[in-house]
């Protein structure tokens, strides 16, 4: 907790120094954020209202992030619109920016706007970002019987490099439990949401550190390695394979597991562990196994309609902080929902990630097998990525 | 008799090779179908269940095969396997029969070869099956040779589903028996062959079958005792001839020589007891060879002289060595058997001295209706196979008897023989439902013919009649011609051969013409023996696949059991060693009884303590002494074993009756016999173990009761065993040295780790402390008194 704190601090002192660095063309008129913490997946949205204070016409908004948050931060999508109301908005490219003059301790990314803003116009700027591995479970180390509680640090105000004139933070909790919170002024806490704000007149790089310690039970599902097999046939299916490593990356259980205790009364006995995970997977998926390196895992349920088909798996047993488990499943999807033929060639559109639902991982490898003789390959996808080929033997029956 | 067959056969020559052509075809699609037949029965067990291997050795063969198809044969041949009897470890190269492995190691390889990506689990599982048809071939063979081709197809098909070899060759049950059989059949086959022929190619290739069957199984020795009795048998009833030498020599010579290079055999294909039987009647077959070879060359009257003066020398030669050779066997402790060979000999040795062996339940002794439920309806056609073989006998039929009577000897042994009668069973049946087909058809044939021939003979036609009456003679010649040609094997042989086979079948092929003739039956009875003898079939074949559905097919890592709301499926075992693979260190070392062994280092990948290659007894004492003491004792000979974990199962939740519990009597007993301070009486209330309230204190006060029993009471709040349908003795404890961390969804597996050792200087001062501040408060105590006195 020490950390942070001084990274307050020293933030704190950075304000003044850097004020000038920053761009005072731009304002930010309104900032509201909402974070949700009902998971383990910490997702922030940022409502931004920018007003070009300045002269000369803007078209790059700058977004600022303390390293030890941009260093978990898995996504971020700003949508922007501009003018008095909120109309259709649209997706803005993102980068990561080094402005000059800045403290280091400081990650900056830079909206490009479609037009540059006007003198006197106003943006709506809407910027979603995904964190992981933000919450801390503390204490480390829990036994059966008690609850997982996690720590959330961030700042009651804006990180902005633009002051801020007004502000406001929610914070969704779980339920449950809260511990403790940082109480400034104007903190509320209603049922699960606390409230800080709104602040008024902030100046650039303000930080004002807030703790927020509460119960979270729900499954700290991590897979630290999933490799997705897309194997195109063009006897009509698209076969995918999916092989999970999946670990509970919340607090670690220590002392006994006892059945007994978690069999009897497993939501006091156990309300920290997960048991099953949701996969849904595309319409019209068949042949859906799921299995682990030992053979089928019997324990698993399939609801399937017209939109989506949803799969419901058990690990071989309940998962307990830190413990960990990998298993496969795997599926075929017909071949002509996922690809499609244009200017004499074909094309897979195909998603990357994974059909889990609330799972974080870490590392994805996804490998597609394409039928024989496949040339000029060509790939796009929204995100950069390490890629390789490989040409291995190809099957003597299938193909 | 004639005419009728006359008249079938008239017209010329040619249709009756098509009618041969047609008979190999017919047979060589049935043959096809027989093992469609036999994979397919055994598949029952992949569409119940899952591909997945079953039970406890085949497990072990899978991971061997895994090493294999990743690191290479030579890497295999030199694999010391540390994950398993720790600290001593394991030269699985040198210590496994690798017959199996490295025949699904190559099929392994030349599928994938093919660029047919099976993973080493998919071959493994459909080894098995794939080898029940290739046997029930071999066992078409072995029939045809003794008994034609009929009796041969007969054979095959009741050896497809025949449920003794079906219990140990369903799809994923990978064990050294599926390929064994189809080893076993194919070498008496060849022995057979060359007997009938007596070709040195057969011979040679009689040697290698004899190799790959040393490969595969323990079992050979069955095979290297069972042809030196078939071959004295021969000797002893005057059958001697040279095909006999040249079926049995080659086969000692090359067999023995290449069964020494399978490591786990090495020497001990000279060097023990099991062998020597072949060796004596290789002696044997030598001075009767010669015998024969100097009677050639002498006149009668010299030749009685020499036989005395020889008989007199070579006795006394013979004793000499015989002398010597009792002296060195009983030299040793075992008289040179092995412990298993020893409780084939003397069924009351295991028992009796080694309870390791004994405590495997197929070393058990079979029941009646083991009988009944393995070979079935067999039991009762073998002996009309046995009498059919004695007509006529030869030398193939006299050797099909030797194997019925010595396999029916040894299933009564051991339950797991069971599967060595099974073929021998399976043969003669195929012979006797065959020879009884044969006369039933044969006289409705005949029967029919004369009711047809009362008809048409009358309005018949002349040309015909008189032409089929001018050649009765030569056709009835011809169609004895065909069926000697029949009968007489189909293989290219030398012309000398040929003319030696031409005597024996025409001595044999004389005999059953004149019973032909004799044995003809009523119609009306002939056609309702055929009948009830197809409903037999029928029961058989009803009853087989009963057996492979329902009997034989679970692969009892994963049980099932039906209820009112459906399936209900007990995975408990992979779910205990699925979270010791994924929740402990790779180098935690893991203790359980040695059933649970190969398992765990094959599904958990975890350093076991003792598995079940039961090869070092004091190791499996230790760890059965271990669970049969107090919590202490115990954990200080876990720690000593560098053991973390400890495994057991227990059934008393759900009523799984071979849990470790009723397994306790053997830990106790094999434990006891290294260990004396663990006495079995100590164990027993009333010559019983129990583990109600009239069990003894040292049974409650034992790791295994107090691991198993855990925090049991709390179930249900009495305590109540399902399997052994009482409450527990002791209800309520504690764990000092030992702490749950994993009990399976049905409490079928739970896993104790050994609490770390107490600090000794913090242990020494609480004593301190707790005996100061009992001093101060007794003294504080007194202090209080003495004011109120």
Request: hydrophobic residues 45%; charged residues 20%; contains cysteine.
């Amino acid at each position: 907790m020490a950390t942070p704190l001084r990274l307050a601090a020293l933030l704190l002192v950075l304000v003044a120094a850097f004020a000038s660095a920053a761009r005072a063309d731009l304002v930010v008129s309104r900032a509201d954020r909402k974070v949700d913490l009902t998971s383990h997946i910490v997702r922030v949205l940022t409502s931004l209202k920018v007003e070009n204070a300045g002269s000369e016409p803007v078209s790059k908004v700058l977004l600022a992030f303390p390293n030890i948050q941009a260093k978990n931060l898995a996504a971020i999508r700003a949508f922007g619109t501009e003018g008095k109301v909120k109309g259709l908005s649209s997706v803005l490219p993102i980068e990561v920016v080094e402005p000059s003059g800045v403290p280091p301790e400081l990650t900056f990314f830079s909206a490009s706007l479609h037009k540059p803003l006007q003198k006197g116009k106003i943006l709506h700027l809407d910027v979603l970002t995904v964190f992981t591995h933000f919450l801390q479970p503390f204490p480390e180390e829990i036994t059966q019987a008690d609850s997982q509680l996690v720590v959330f640090q961030d700042s009651s105000h804006y990180l902005s490099p633009y002051p801020v004139k007004v502000q406001t933070l929610s914070i969704r909790l779980p339920g449950g439990r809260v511990e403790s919170y940082t109480k400034y002024g104007n903190t509320k806490l209603v049922d699960s949401e606390l409230k800080y704000g709104p602040y008024e007149d902030v100046p650039p790089f303000s930080y004002n550190p807030i703790i927020v310690h509460f119960e979270n039970n729900n499954p700290f599902a991590v897979a630290k390695e999933l490799i997705r097999e897309i194997e195109i046939s063009h006897w009509g299916n698209v076969q995918i394979t999916e092989h999970y490593n999946i670990v509970h990356g919340g607090a670690r259980l220590k002392g006994e597991f006892s059945r007994l205790d978690y069999q009897s009364r497993p939501y006091a006995r156990g309300v920290s562990s997960f048991r099953h995970l949701i996969a849904r997977l595309p319409a019209r998926a068949h042949s859906i196994y799921y299995r682990d390196e030992i053979g089928n895992i019997s324990t698993s349920h399939l609801w399937s309609d017209s939109k989506k088909t949803q799969l419901e798996i058990e690990p071989r047993f309940p998962l307990f902080g830190g413990w960990q488990t990998t298993f496969t499943i795997g599926y075929g999807l017909p071949l002509q929902d996922f690809v499609f033929s244009a200017d004499g060639k074909r094309f897979l559109n195909i998603t990357f990630g994974s059909p889990m639902e609330e799972i974080l991982i870490e590392k994805l490898i996804v490998k597609v097998v394409l039928p024989e003789g496949s040339k000029d390959i060509d790939v796009s996808a929204p995100f950069p990525t390490n890629q390789w080929q490989e040409v291995v033997p190809h099957w003597t029956i299938d193909n | 008799m004639a005419e009728p067959v006359a008249n079938a056969a008239a017209p010329a020559p040619a249709p009756g090779r098509l009618r041969n052509a047609f008979g190999g075809v017919l047979c060589a699609f049935t043959l096809i179908l027989i093992g469609v037949l036999a994979f397919s029965i055994r598949l029952f067990s992949v569409i119940k269940y899952e591909s997945v291997i079953h039970e406890f050795d085949p497990y072990f063969n899978f991971r061997v095969t895994q090493f294999l198809s990743k690191n290479g044969i030579y890497e295999f041949w030199n694999w010391f396997d540390d994950r398993t009897w720790y600290p001593l470890g394991r030269v699985i190269g040198g210590t496994v029969y690798p017959g199996l492995t490295l025949t699904a190691g190559s099929i392994w390889w030349f599928v994938n070869a093919l660029n047919i990506p099976l993973s080493v689990e998919t071959v493994c599982v459909f080894t098995a099956p794939i080898f029940s048809a290739i046997a029930s071939w071999a066992t078409y063979l072995l029939t045809k040779e003794a008994k034609g081709t009929g009796a041969g197809l007969m054979a095959a098909a009741i050896l497809a589903m025949v449920p003794s070899y079906i219990s140990r060759s369903v799809a994923g049950s990978y064990d050294n028996e599926a390929v064994a059989i189809f080893a076993l059949v194919f070498t008496f086959y060849l022995y057979v062959k060359t007997l009938n022929t007596g070709s040195l190619f057969y011979a040679t290739l009689n040697a290698l079958s004899y190799f790959y069957m040393v490969c595969s199984w323990g079992g050979y020795t069955f095979i290297i005792n069972l042809i030196p009795m078939h071959v004295l048998l021969c000797i002893v009833t005057g059958r001697y001839s040279s095909r006999l030498y040249i079926a049995y020599a080659p086969l000692v010579i090359l067999g023995t020589l290449l069964a020494a290079l399978v490591p786990v055999v090495g020497f001990n294909a000279v060097l023990t007891s099991e062998h020597f039987a072949s060796f004596l009647v290789f002696i044997i077959l030598h001075v009767v060879a010669f015998v024969y070879y100097i009677k050639g060359l002498l006149t009668p009257r010299l030749f009685k002289m020499a036989m005395t003066l020889v008989i007199t020398v070579g006795l006394a030669v013979c004793f000499a060595v015989v002398a010597i050779l009792v002296a060195l066997v009983a030299s040793s402790p075992t008289k040179g058997w092995s412990g298993r060979s020893l409780s084939l000999l003397d069924p009351t040795y295991a028992s009796k001295y080694i309870p390791i062996i004994a405590s495997v339940s197929e070393h058990q002794p079979p029941t009646w209706p083991s009988y009944f439920m393995d070979i079935n309806v067999l039991a009762f056609l073998v002996p009309a196979g046995i009498i059919s073989c004695f007509l006529p006998l030869s030398d193939a039929s006299s050797f099909m008897v030797l194997y019925l009577v010595t396999a029916v000897y040894f299933s009564g042994v051991m339950v797991r023989l069971m599967l060595v009668l099974a073929p021998a069973a399976c043969i003669l049946s195929g012979i006797a439902l065959s020879s009884a087909f044969d006369v039933l058809t044969r006289s409705m044939k005949f029967q029919l013919s004369k009711l047809f021939d009362d008809g048409p003979a009358i309005s018949g036609n002349g040309s015909p009649n008189g032409s089929s009456a001018s050649t009765v003679n030569t056709s009835s010649s011809k169609n004895e011609k065909t069926e000697k040609s029949e009968a007489a094997p189909k293989e290219k042989q030398s012309k000398k051969n040929r003319r030696k086979d031409k005597e024996v079948t025409e001595s044999v092929s004389v005999k059953p013409k004149k019973e032909k003739r004799l044995s003809v039956l009523p119609l009306e009875a002939s056609i309702v023996s055929t009948l009830l003898l197809i409903a037999l079939g029928g029961f058989y074949v009803v009853h087989c696949v009963w057996a492979a559905a329902e009997a034989y097919s679970a692969p009892s890592i994963v049980l099932t059991s039906r209820s009112r709301e459906g399936l209900h499926v007990f995975d408990d075992f992979r779910e205990a060693y699925a979270w010791l693979s994924h929740n402990t260190d790779v180098d935690d070392k893991v203790a359980s009884w040695w059933d649970y062994g190969y398992q765990t280092t094959a599904m958990a990948n975890r350093t076991v303590i003792v598995d079940n290659n039961t090869w070092n007894n004091t190791h499996i004492a230790t760890v059965g002494t271990a669970m049969s003491s107090p919590e202490k004792a115990a954990w200080e000979i876990f720690d000593s074993l560098d053991v973390k974990y400890v495994l057991v199962v227990f059934g008393g939740l759900v009523g799984y009756p071979s849990d470790d519990i009723n397994k306790f009597l053997w830990m106790v007993r094999i434990g006891g016999g290294e260990f004396p301070h663990i006495k079995e009486p100590d164990y027993l209330r009333d010559g019983q173990y129990r583990v109600d309230a009239q069990a003894t204190p040292t049974m409650l006060n034992c790791l295994m009761y107090k691991l198993c029993y855990y925090r049991f009471v709390e179930t249900d709040g009495k305590g109540f065993d399902r399997v052994r349908g009482y409450e527990i003795g002791k209800k309520h404890f504690k764990l000092t040295h030992f702490e749950e961390v994993f009990t399976t969804h049905h409490w079928m597996v739970r896993i104790y780790k050994l609490k770390p050792q107490k600090n000794r200087i913090r242990g020494k001062l609480k004593k301190l402390k707790s005996q100061s501040s009992k001093t101060s408060s007794t003294l504080a105590a007194g202090r209080k008194k003495n004011p109120w006195q």
